[in-house]
């Protein structure tokens, strides 16, 4: 995917059980002035990683229930996955190239 993935609960959980690539997880909202910056560097993230990596949004307003189940309490929140575990979280803006070295040691 060339882009990042709008996923819901159940898009989520079918996407990150099977997923054999590392998947970088953006716990977002709309109204986050910090979250709307780090969008572009998160789409292109999804470019750059492409065949290599998941790029998955998940907006907070819209589905608690996935920032409850990472206990996210603030956003932007990422969450990098590898074979369905947490491998890595950070709350707060990061560049593309940092999320970029996550994915990167996540898939060694």
């Not at 910056?37 to 492409?50: D, I, K, R, S």
């Not at 990422?78 to 970029?100: I, T, W, Y």
């Amino acid at each position: 995917m060339h882009e990042p993935i709008e996923v819901d609960a159940a898009a989520f959980d079918d996407i990150v059980g099977s997923a054999s690539q590392p998947i970088l997880v953006d716990f977002w909202a709309a109204w986050c002035g910090p979250c709307r910056a780090a969008a572009p560097q998160v789409h292109a993230l999804a470019e750059t990683m492409a065949g290599q990596a998941l790029v998955l949004k998940v907006d907070t307003e819209a589905h608690p229930e996935l920032a409850n189940r990472y206990n996210v309490q603030a956003i932007p929140n990422f969450v990098v996955l590898k074979h369905g575990e947490v491998v890595r979280q950070q709350p707060g803006v990061a560049p593309r190239e940092v999320m970029q070295r996550w994915l990167e040691e996540a898939g060694r």
